[in-house]
């Protein structure tokens, strides 16, 4: 079973920046397109940002132009660059493959507050 380990969350001001990164523990992860996806207190998951193997990308029209995801193969790794964040932002951030399978990781918390 493939584990996944985000890390890189905090607390940043409006306006700020982070970069979220995501370790998979297995191969598997070269072939599957891979997502982040953030859950709002109260509010369901929902995916934000998607690659394929191949390095294609899709992103949900609220981080669009904002976020920025990528990944290194090599290192089994995904990213999250998080560009110009709002308070709306604030949620606790996961990845997963697209659509989702198996187990998630324990997420990273991402707060955006002045």
């Known amino acids: 079973q493939v584990q996944l380990v985000e890390s890189g969350g905090g607390l940043v001001q409006p306006g700020g920046s982070l970069r979220l990164s995501c370790a998979a523990s297995?191969?598997?992860?070269?072939?599957?397109?891979m997502g982040w996806y953030l859950q709002a207190p109260g509010k369901q998951r929902e995916l934000v940002a998607s690659?394929?193997?191949?390095?294609?990308?899709d992103y949900a029209v609220s981080v669009k132009g904002r976020f920025t995801i990528s990944r290194d193969n090599a290192k089994n790794t995904v990213y999250l660059q998080m560009n110009s964040l709002k308070p709306e932002d604030t949620a606790v951030y996961y990845c997963?493959?697209?659509?989702?399978?198996?187990?998630w990781g324990q997420g990273t918390q991402v707060t955006v507050s002045s």
């Open positions: 297995r191969g598997i992860f070269r072939i599957a397109t």
């Open positions: 997963n493959t697209n659509p989702a399978i198996g187990s």
């Open positions: 690659i394929t193997s191949g390095g294609s990308t």
